[in-house]
């Protein structure tokens, strides 16, 4: 997440909301913490150190998100994660009743303001063939 900017807008940082995850075991001694912004507290890294926080990035770099959900706070675009991939495609790649789909079977963990706003799809309007 310190590395992704909305495809669309470019604007960073994005939010993550993880609807699944599981505990990859790393024996990687190279794991670098996060420059920019921790998806984990959803802080810029920045405003962490100011408040004396200490964020175990090790251990967060070795979870690995099964299913979620990627948001832009700026354009309100959102983009699924299924199966441990993003799907962070442009507007016009997506399709509507996959992604439809995906908002209904998630709604209960999903912001209301995407769920009804969001772009390029929404549950605002039915399904367009």
């Not at 802080?43 to 004396?52: P, S, Y």
């Not at 990627?70 to 675009?77: L, P």
């Not at 993003?86 to 999903?110: C, G, Q, T, V, Y």
Request: proline share 7%; aromatic share 6%; with cysteine.
């Amino acid at each position: 997440m310190d590395l992704l900017a909305c495809p669309i807008c470019k604007s960073f940082p994005l939010q993550l909301i993880v609807f699944n995850e599981v505990n990859m075991s790393s024996s990687d001694s190279n794991i670098k913490s996060c420059d920019e912004y921790c998806s984990y507290y959803g802080k810029k890294m920045v405003d962490l150190k100011n408040e004396g926080a200490s964020p175990d990035c090790k251990s967060c770099l070795q979870i690995q998100i099964v299913n979620g959900i990627i948001t832009c706070q700026n354009c309100d675009r959102w983009y699924p994660i299924i199966e441990e991939i993003p799907h962070m495609l442009p507007d016009e790649l997506r399709n509507e009743k996959e992604d439809k789909a995906f908002l209904i079977k998630n709604k209960e963990k999903i912001p209301q303001a995407i769920l009804g706003r969001g772009r390029p799809f929404n549950l605002s309007h039915p399904i367009t063939e």
